[in-house]
């Protein structure tokens, strides 16, 4: 049986023990989530800080051994005047209590399968000090720190890091994909710094998962598993591993961001091969209920199909249909049956969809993206004055290319990160040469956000 299931990807997996399970789902009434304390006490048991591990945060936890399955958020800046260097003492503290505020940002993960849970270790968050005299915050070139594996299990799920020596002071913090996203750091990131400037920290304790968001708002006809397609950076040379980011800064800003992005990355995929593109574009589901702040996995995916005909209107129409059908809960909810299915049986199933992706030259999707936006002010204090903050994806060798852009006051920090496989012979620096392009011949100049802002 062990061996059978071996000849299937994740989503043969995945679809294969749904059907098994669909009949008895049919026959279940699934209440409607009210999100509020009562709900979370009765559907938890909680006694302190549970959370039951989420489909997404599984999938991510499944691919740990293979990667390092952290997101980093880097603020650059600059020190106040008076002030020289980091006070080591002065982050900690601030640490100490923006994790008592956010206990989801100091878990560690208990049990087994659907009785996985994250649980409050009451251990803060660590603060550390690096120095990386060669790192340029442009690629991963001169930043071993950040390929540093962060233990679920012992700890700690995430870290903050002051880093020194190079031409400006930055401050970055790391977190597991698997227990937190970029909402997630940021929603820990702006109480750190809240902290920092003398003010209380918002908090959050919500034990809300994205199933428990997705069931509440029902199925969409749109939405569901990802398809195959073809790569942005052409074919596989799969003799070449690793995966490598780079990072540009873009003194624009571009309206429609997500459907100019997908469309000229299509074209990209194009000028290589003939083929289908399918672009996944990460959701914050945080935003379908009132008020909820969270550490936690809470990123939902819209996959938008995006064929030579298709204009950017066209896409941008797609967006909002999807945005208004809830098409990211449908495929959190069609994921849910990982829950039931081992580790190492998804394990397999991830290596089986990379030997699959590079021999066919498919991969599902041909490419991810993020996009954030985020005022330089949430991000500054303790003497420290951020001009820019930008986030580093994941380094996973089973995604073709991801695409992460913050955008800040007035520009925009484009980060791309791709297998070298795929981004080798200078395919990577080409597709972010053509990506930067199409932000600053079609966006709004710094310039004109100063106006705007």
Same mark, same amino acid.
């Given at each position: 049986?062990?061996?059978?299931?071996?000849?299937?990807?994740?989503?043969?997996?995945?679809?294969?023990?749904?059907?098994?399970?669909?009949?008895?789902?049919?026959?279940?009434?699934?209440?409607?989530?009210?999100?509020?304390?009562?709900?979370?006490?009765?559907?938890?048991?909680?006694? &302190?800080? *549970?959370? =039951? #591990?989420?489909?997404?945060? /599984?999938?991510?936890?499944?691919? $740990?051994?293979?990667?390092?399955?952290?997101?980093?958020?880097?603020?650059?800046?600059?020190?106040?005047?008076?002030?020289?260097?980091?006070?080591?003492?002065?982050?900690?503290?601030?640490?100490?209590?923006?994790?008592?505020?956010?206990? &989801?940002? *100091?878990? =560690? #993960?208990?049990?087994?399968? /659907?009785?996985?849970?994250?649980? $409050?270790?009451?251990?803060?968050?660590?603060?550390?000090?690096?120095?990386?005299?060669?790192?340029?915050?442009?690629?991963?070139?001169?930043?071993?720190?950040?390929?540093?594996?962060?233990?679920?299990?012992?700890?700690?799920?995430?870290?903050?890091?002051?880093?020194?020596?190079?031409?400006?002071? /930055?401050?970055?913090?790391?977190?597991?994909?698997?227990?937190?996203?970029?909402?997630?750091?940021?929603?820990?990131?702006?109480?750190?710094?809240?902290?920092?400037?003398?003010?209380?920290?918002?908090?959050?304790?919500?034990?809300?998962?994205?199933?428990?968001?997705?069931?509440?708002?029902?199925?969409?006809?749109?939405?569901?598993?990802?398809?195959?397609?073809?790569?942005?950076?052409?074919?596989?040379?799969?003799?070449?591993?690793?995966?490598?980011?780079?990072?540009?800064?873009?003194?624009?800003?571009?309206?429609?961001?997500?459907?100019?992005?997908?469309?000229?990355?299509?074209?990209?995929?194009?000028?290589?091969?003939?083929?289908?593109?399918?672009?996944?574009?990460?959701?914050?589901?945080?935003?379908?209920?009132?008020?909820?702040?969270?550490?936690?996995?809470?990123?939902?995916?819209?996959?938008?199909?995006?064929?030579?005909?298709?204009?950017?209107?066209?896409?941008?129409?797609?967006?909002?249909?999807?945005?208004?059908?809830?098409?990211?809960?449908?495929?959190?909810?069609?994921?849910?049956?990982?829950?039931?299915?081992?580790?190492?049986?998804?394990?397999?199933?991830?290596?089986?969809?990379?030997?699959?992706?590079?021999?066919?030259?498919?991969?599902?999707?041909?490419?991810?993206?993020?996009?954030?936006?985020?005022?330089?002010?949430?991000?500054?204090?303790?003497?420290?004055?951020?001009?820019?903050?930008?986030?580093?994806?994941?380094?996973?060798?089973?995604?073709?290319?991801?695409?992460?852009?913050?955008?800040?006051?007035?520009?925009?920090?484009?980060?791309?990160?791709?297998?070298?496989?795929?981004?080798?012979?200078?395919?990577?620096?080409?597709?972010?040469?053509?990506?930067?392009?199409?932000?600053?011949?079609?966006?709004?100049?710094?310039?004109?956000?100063?106006?705007?802002?």
């Amino acid at each position: 049986m062990k061996e059978e299931n071996n000849k299937f990807s994740i989503m043969d997996l995945v679809r294969r023990s749904k059907q098994h399970f669909d009949n008895d789902a049919k026959n279940t009434n699934i209440t409607k989530v009210n999100f509020d304390s009562k709900y979370v006490e009765e559907k938890h048991g909680l006694n &302190g800080y *549970r959370r =039951r #591990l989420s489909p997404v945060e /599984r999938l991510w936890l499944t691919a $740990d051994q293979r990667a390092v399955i952290v997101i980093s958020m880097v603020i650059e800046g600059y020190f106040a005047e008076g002030i020289y260097d980091f006070n080591l003492d002065q982050w900690q503290n601030a640490s100490d209590i923006a994790s008592a505020a956010n206990p &989801g940002s *100091r878990v =560690r #993960l208990q049990g087994s399968l /659907r009785g996985t849970w994250w649980v $409050d270790s009451g251990e803060s968050v660590p603060v550390k000090i690096v120095n990386a005299p060669d790192w340029d915050g442009c690629s991963n070139k001169g930043a071993a720190f950040l390929e540093e594996k962060l233990n679920i299990y012992s700890g700690p799920i995430g870290e903050v890091l002051l880093v020194k020596g190079g031409s400006v002071p /930055r401050v970055v913090f790391r977190t597991h994909h698997a227990a937190g996203d970029g909402g997630g750091g940021i929603t820990f990131i702006q109480d750190l710094f809240r902290v920092l400037r003398g003010e209380e920290p918002l908090g959050s304790s919500s034990t809300i998962t994205d199933l428990d968001i997705a069931q509440h708002q029902g199925k969409s006809k749109f939405g569901g598993f990802p398809k195959p397609g073809i790569a942005p950076t052409g074919f596989v040379k799969p003799e070449i591993t690793g995966t490598e980011w780079i990072r540009r800064s873009v003194p624009a800003k571009l309206d429609k961001y997500v459907p100019t992005m997908c469309k000229a990355l299509a074209d990209a995929a194009r000028k290589h091969q003939n083929g289908e593109v399918y672009i996944n574009v990460t959701v914050d589901m945080r935003q379908r209920v009132a008020g909820l702040r969270s550490t936690a996995n809470l990123t939902g995916v819209m996959t938008l199909q995006v064929k030579p005909s298709t204009s950017i209107k066209d896409l941008q129409k797609e967006v909002i249909k999807q945005l208004r059908s809830f098409s990211e809960g449908t495929y959190i909810q069609d994921l849910s049956i990982i829950r039931h299915l081992p580790l190492w049986l998804l394990r397999k199933g991830i290596e089986k969809d990379v030997k699959r992706a590079q021999a066919e030259h498919q991969y599902v999707p041909s490419a991810g993206m993020t996009y954030i936006d985020v005022p330089l002010t949430l991000t500054s204090g303790g003497g420290f004055i951020s001009t820019t903050h930008y986030a580093i994806p994941p380094l996973t060798d089973f995604m073709s290319c991801t695409l992460f852009a913050l955008v800040t006051d007035n520009s925009t920090e484009v980060v791309l990160a791709v297998p070298n496989c795929l981004g080798s012979e200078g395919r990577m620096e080409a597709l972010m040469d053509m990506i930067t392009d199409v932000i600053q011949s079609n966006g709004i100049s710094s310039e004109d956000c100063k106006i705007y802002a």
